[in-house]
């Protein structure tokens, strides 16, 4: 019985002997921030539209500056380079046409010659002229024109375009001939008849 | 939903005026410092208010003592310590108004000073706090009768203490 009163005696001292009070304003404190934790955020655009600005104020003066004015007339020296290379290229497709209607002509009045049985030497002359010429002849892949260095002409090209000019003035008298020929044999023929 | 909130507002306030005296004692009984109870009170109460808002509380008592508990812990992982040693109890600079809690304070972390921090944790939760042993359990998840046998052993070991003393203080009259 001794033994148990001084176990309870013992809890007894151990109980709270005074009053604790947490200090006033934490009641309030604490209900405040719980209040502040549900109302709604308001959305601050300001310092976001500030932030933009100054973005945009350092992005401007950060921005590489402009093509300044002794670079325009490279520009324009560009084009100029790329009409000639056009030109060239009008000037070869047109003067492979010609080629083509040549050759029709020619084979036209070869058959009406074979069949008159007169000997012509036409048949080495464009059997010479189709090969010779097809290396010639510039398509566009074999001219990037986009690379400036391409858009500068060499020596070697105006040698070309004279060959090719030469060439084209021959093409024609030969045709001249052949056309002279043709029309003395059709008239000497049909005096024949 | 703003019903809701205004229900848990009237709810949590009702709470706050009931238990933050307990909490504030329990912190108190630990810490020794009533700035630092205080704020350790006010992050448990602002916790069960985010819970209420989130999910809803079911027990809220036994989430209040499992909230005070653990975040006593914290404070102490985050000083590495597990109590406030006694010597350095003395030394803590109190009000005039705080006086009477500080000596309670003392007087009760001078008694349970020797025994190993289990027990006299055990016969603060049990004997201060107020909580039953199953409690004591729930909160330190471990069963009831080691509650019981770990109080028992710390009553023993006090008895013998307050025995001695009363032996020594007999001899010296």
Known sequence: MKEFNDIEDLEQLL??????????????????????????????????????????????????????????????????????????????????????????????????????????????????????????????????????????????????????????????????????????????????? | MIKKTEQNIIEFERIVGERQDWLFRFAYMRIGRREDAEDLVQEVLLRLFKAMQKSGVDDIERYLIRSISNTCHDYFRRKRQTTIPIDEALHITIDESDRQIHEEFMRINRMLDDLPPEQAETLRLKCYDGLTFKQIGELQDIPEATVKSRYRYAIMSLKEKVEKQKEYEHERV
């Open chain 1, 15 to 193: 109980k709270p002997q005074c009053e604790f009070h947490a200090s006033d304003k934490l009641k309030d404190e604490v209900i405040a921030k719980a209040k502040a934790e549900v109302r709604p955020r308001k959305v601050r655009l300001l310092p976001w539209l500030a932030a933009a600005c100054v973005a945009g104020i350092i992005g401007l003066f950060l921005m590489p500056p402009e093509p300044s004015v002794n670079e325009t007339p490279v520009v324009a020296k560009v084009e100029e380079k790329v009409s000639v290379t056009k030109k060239h290229e009008t000037v070869t497709t047109e003067t492979v046409k010609r080629e083509v209607q040549k050759t029709a002509r020619k084979k036209a009045i070869k058959e009406s010659v074979a069949k008159v049985e007169t000997p012509t030497t036409e048949e080495p002359i464009t059997e010479q002229v189709e090969p010779s010429r097809e290396p010639a002849m510039l398509s566009e892949t074999d001219i990037p024109i986009t690379r400036p260095e391409n858009l500068i002409d060499t020596p070697e090209d105006f040698a070309q375009i004279a060959r090719l000019e030469k060439r084209a003035f021959i093409d024609r008298m030969r045709e001249q001939v052949e056309i002279a020929k043709a029309e003395l044999i059709h008239e000497t023929l049909i005096e024949e008849n």
